[in-house]
């Protein structure tokens, strides 16, 4: 099972290269959240609004907002 992350970018963005993951994802959940909590800001300032979590093809949660809440 492999776990990874699906991008939605901004109206008229493109996903940015710094959003590419392991192939074949990643092998724990842990392990997903840890790289998108790193990237975060990297995946924002390239264009990416909002992610989406997923356990092979099993939505685990999202789309979930990349914006900081105030």
Do not use: K, N
């Not at 940015?16 to 842990?30: H, K, L, R, V």
């Not at 909590?37 to 093809?57: C, F, N, P, S």
Request: aromatic share 10%.
């Amino acid at each position: 099972m492999g776990w990874s992350w699906q991008m939605h970018p901004a109206a008229g963005a493109e996903v940015p290269e710094s959003a590419t993951q392991p192939a074949g994802g990643f092998p724990t959940q842990a392990e997903a959240e840890t790289w998108v909590g790193e990237m975060w800001r990297e995946l924002l300032d390239g264009g990416v609004d909002a992610v989406t979590l997923y356990e092979d093809q099993r939505l685990v949660y999202g789309p979930m907002s990349l914006h900081p809440t105030e």
